[in-house]
């Protein structure tokens, strides 16, 4: 089945650590998105990326870094440097083109402990 | 930069009666597109209707219908019949030409279907 897959589900991290997020896709979508999302605060927007090996910031990109070395892949990373990583953070790919749906990946729940 | 606003935190409905919930957004776009998702307890989100904003017709899925109205930068979700497992979060979300297929999501609205 085609489909959006993230890992691990639940993530626990020290503070101080660095974490890598798993985000991969089947679908054969040129569009990946990183979202993260807050109780009240809707999803906001962390990193995109419309093709392989170029990726843009998004709203809240400090503390975190991706890369997009093949079309199936997009991990995040959560480096120390970011002040309030818990959350929950969902993956999202699409064709790409404008008013083409966003599907999604069942999300990451992140909790530094 | 654009925004998108939803003024209801909480909703609740009667089993197979009505509810309208409500978004609102900020852009001098004018062409756009917008979204609602839904969010139910599993936290996969769902596509339940698309708007572009070109198109002067409201959208209509089954029982999920929008009012477009783009003058007031309005953009409202009615459910009708509702059903238990019409419950979850709604979020109202913004896509606009210059941006690719990137969106901007409103805070939500969490919806409660009362048997």
């Known amino acids: 089945d085609g489909g959006i897959t993230q890992s691990p589900k639940y993530l626990f991290r020290k503070e101080g650590q660095n974490v890598t997020l798993s985000c991969e896709q089947n679908?054969?979508?040129?569009?990946m998105y990183w979202y993260r999302q807050d109780p009240g605060q809707g999803l906001r927007l962390i990193y995109y990326s419309q093709i392989v090996n170029d990726f843009q910031k998004g709203d809240i990109a400090e503390g975190y870094s991706v890369s997009r070395e093949k079309k199936e892949s997009f991990p995040l990373t959560v480096t120390s440097a970011q002040k309030n990583p818990t959350a929950f953070y969902l993956c999202?790919?699409?064709?790409?083109?404008?008013?083409?749906?966003?599907?999604f990946g069942q999300g990451t729940r992140l909790t530094v402990v | 930069a654009q925004t998108v606003t939803q003024s209801q935190p909480e909703m609740s409905v009667q089993e197979a009666e009505t509810v309208t919930l409500s978004c609102t957004y900020d852009?001098?776009?004018?062409?756009?597109?917008l979204f609602w998702y839904k969010q139910p307890p599993s936290r996969q989100m769902i596509l339940v209707i698309r708007?572009?904003?070109?198109?002067?017709q409201n959208a209509t899925e089954n029982r999920f219908s929008v009012n477009f109205q783009k003058a007031a930068k309005s953009f409202s979700l009615k459910i009708s019949d509702s059903q238990l497992g019409d419950a979850a979060m709604y979020f109202c979300?913004?896509?606009?030409?210059?941006?690719?297929?990137?969106?901007?999501f409103g805070e939500g609205t969490q919806l409660t279907v009362n048997p």
């Open positions: 852009t001098s776009e004018s062409d756009y597109y």
């Open positions: 679908l054969n979508h040129d569009a």
């Open positions: 999202a790919s699409s064709i790409g083109i404008l008013g083409t749906e966003a599907f």
């Open positions: 979300a913004y896509g606009r030409e210059t941006s690719g297929s990137r969106l901007t």
């Open positions: 708007q572009e904003a070109y198109k002067q």
